[in-house]
């Protein structure tokens, strides 16, 4: 028999152990530096956790968390969780551990307040959110791709040298190219400017019924402060004001080095400018070693028409990596509009969620 438990930090390195059993020692969320950063340094709110408590074998038979977060819905902020890290270990599947530590998870949040909790599962649990957890989904996300050098490309996918100097035919044109700054400077961000994401929120927070809110609390926990991994954040500034931001990150994904475009947003009107920001990032990934470019975004979107007119295509459903559900659960239906539930509404990227 296992009992629904909150979580305390006694649990913690046992967690650990259960997660390195999973997953291996090598993933970011069996690294004790990384996992406190993501549950306890969240400017937010702890992340809200249950354990499965087995008393007979005195262990951790499993877990459920959630990340708080803060979203704009229809000019108002409200809170939300983002549901990641699910685990069972596997001596207790098929014991309702999953469902029995969600629900658990879920009551505690309606009880705070928070209005929804949304997550992307891969295939392995997509079906326990739809048909356990009562989860929406709101449709697929589309994976845009553009390649920046064929011919790497092709020898990290096929692993082979022959066949990659036909490729090299193409290196030229897809290559990323810095063109006229039209009157706008891109700037790295750092520690001492992120403030500047103050100023472009402000300009930004309604283009869109629904977004994850990107003050600079929020991009120096989720880019600057994230250990173990390396991002690369930029802004574009056009009369002394910014206009445009992105963010990338080089990870391996099918052998191939992928930079990932984990954000990307504009101010409306500053086309040129998010044009601009973008050459300049995937440049910047290039030199770092990518051969191919990545970034999850909704067709509806400004963002999907820059990157569409920077030679990004829709990815074939039989060739991406895995689906990208959004999965949406109303936990306090007195707050959560209803819209929500609607794909139409939502500005969603890689950063919204933690994978990336």
Same mark, same amino acid.
């Given at each position: $028999?296992?009992?629904?438990?909150?979580?305390? &930090?006694?649990?913690?390195?046992?967690?650990?152990?259960?997660?390195?059993?999973?997953?291996?020692?090598? &993933?970011?969320?069996?690294?004790?530096?990384?996992?406190?950063?993501?549950?306890?340094?969240? %400017?937010?709110?702890?992340?809200?956790?249950?354990?499965?408590?087995?008393?007979?074998?005195?262990?951790?038979?499993?877990?459920?968390?959630?990340?708080? $977060?803060?979203?704009?819905?229809?000019?108002?902020?409200?809170?939300?969780?983002?549901?990641?890290?699910?685990?069972?270990? &596997?001596?207790?599947?098929?014991?309702?551990?999953?469902?029995?530590?969600?629900?658990?998870?879920?009551?505690?949040?309606?009880?705070?307040?928070?209005?929804?909790?949304?997550?992307? %599962?891969?295939?392995?649990?997509?079906?326990?959110?739809?048909?356990?957890?009562?989860?929406?989904?709101?449709?697929?996300?589309?994976?845009?791709?553009?390649?920046?050098? %064929?011919?790497? $490309?092709?020898?990290?996918?096929?692993?082979? &040298?022959?066949?990659?100097?036909?490729?090299?035919?193409?290196?030229?044109?897809?290559?990323?190219? $810095?063109n006229n700054d039209d009157g706008v400077s891109i700037v790295d961000i750092n520690p001492d400017n992120v403030e500047l994401l103050d100023v472009l929120w402000e300009n930004v927070q309604d283009k869109y019924p629904i977004m994850n809110i990107r003050d600079s609390a929020y991009v120096k926990f989720r880019y600057l402060e994230m250990p173990r991994r390396e991002y690369h954040p930029v802004i574009a500034m056009k009369n002394g004001m910014p206009v445009a931001w992105a963010v990338g990150r080089i990870m391996e994904v099918a052998g191939m080095q992928c930079g990932m475009i984990a954000d990307f947003l504009f101010q409306s009107g500053e086309e040129a400018a998010a044009k601009i920001l973008l050459d300049k990032l995937l440049v910047k990934l290039q030199e770092n070693g990518a051969s191919v470019a990545g970034s999850l975004m909704l067709s509806h979107t400004e963002e999907a028409k820059i990157l569409k007119s920077k030679c990004f295509f829709k990815c074939p459903r039989k060739l991406e990596p895995q689906p990208f559900p959004l999965l949406v659960r109303i936990l306090d239906k007195t707050r959560a509009d209803r819209k929500i539930l609607q794909l139409s509404n939502w500005f969603f990227t890689m950063g919204d969620y933690d994978v990336i």
């Open positions: $028999m296992w009992n629904a438990i909150e979580y305390d &930090n006694c649990y913690l390195d046992e967690m650990l152990q259960m997660t390195v059993e999973q997953y291996g020692e090598e &993933n970011d969320i069996s690294n004790r530096d990384f996992l406190t950063h993501q549950y306890f340094e969240n %400017p937010t709110a702890s992340a809200l956790i249950y354990l499965a408590w087995d008393d007979e074998q005195s262990r951790i038979a499993g877990q459920y968390v959630v990340s708080p $977060m803060r979203f704009r819905v229809e000019g108002q902020t409200q809170k939300c969780v983002n549901s990641l890290n699910t685990l069972t270990r &596997n001596a207790y599947r098929g014991r309702g551990i999953f469902t029995g530590l969600a629900n658990a998870v879920y009551q505690y949040a309606e009880q705070e307040h928070y209005s929804f909790c949304y997550g992307m %599962p891969n295939p392995n649990s997509y079906l326990g959110f739809i048909k356990k957890l009562s989860f929406t989904e709101l449709g697929r996300l589309p994976l845009l791709l553009r390649p920046l050098k %064929p011919s790497h $490309m092709v020898k990290e996918f096929l692993h082979s &040298n022959l066949l990659s100097r036909p490729a090299e035919l193409f290196d030229g044109i897809f290559s990323a190219k $810095m």
